[in-house]
């Protein structure tokens, strides 16, 4: 099993910076993905950010030159970078970590962001 653990999430105003953190622990051997998702209230879960094992990273387009996505291997730790932040980037952020063998999938518990002035 592993356990992930989100931290950083704030009432922050528009145009502001937050650093979201994840700190995994456990079994953590295998993975080969980590993901940031948000889900706004009465909105799909959706991917924001994610990193692979390799260090490729992907965006989704409403975030691409605002968002950044980091890793720290040593601390099991990702981060999530996000500046210039809007009202509509409100959403609880979830951690992901993905194993392809044997399949595995685990999510923290959610940090709530709340972007508003």
């Known amino acids: 099993q592993v356990q992930l653990v989100e931290s950083g999430g704030d009432l922050v105003q528009p145009g502001g910076s937050l650093r979201l953190s994840c700190t995994a622990s456990?079994?953590?051997?295998?993975?080969?993905?980590m993901g940031w998702y948000r889900q706004a209230p009465g909105k799909q879960r959706e991917l924001v950010a994610s990193?692979?094992?390799?260090?490729?990273?992907n965006y989704a387009d409403s975030v691409k030159d605002r968002f950044t996505i980091s890793r720290d291997s040593a601390k099991n730790t990702v981060y999530l970078q996000m500046n210039s932040l809007r009202p509509e980037d409100t959403a609880v952020y979830y951690c992901?970590?993905?194993?392809?063998?044997?399949?595995?999938?685990?999510w923290g518990q959610g940090t709530q962001v709340t972007v508003s002035s």
């Open positions: 992901n970590f993905k194993r392809a063998l044997p399949w595995a999938d685990y």
């Open positions: 456990g079994r953590i051997f295998g993975i080969s993905f």
């Open positions: 990193i692979t094992n390799s260090g490729y990273t």
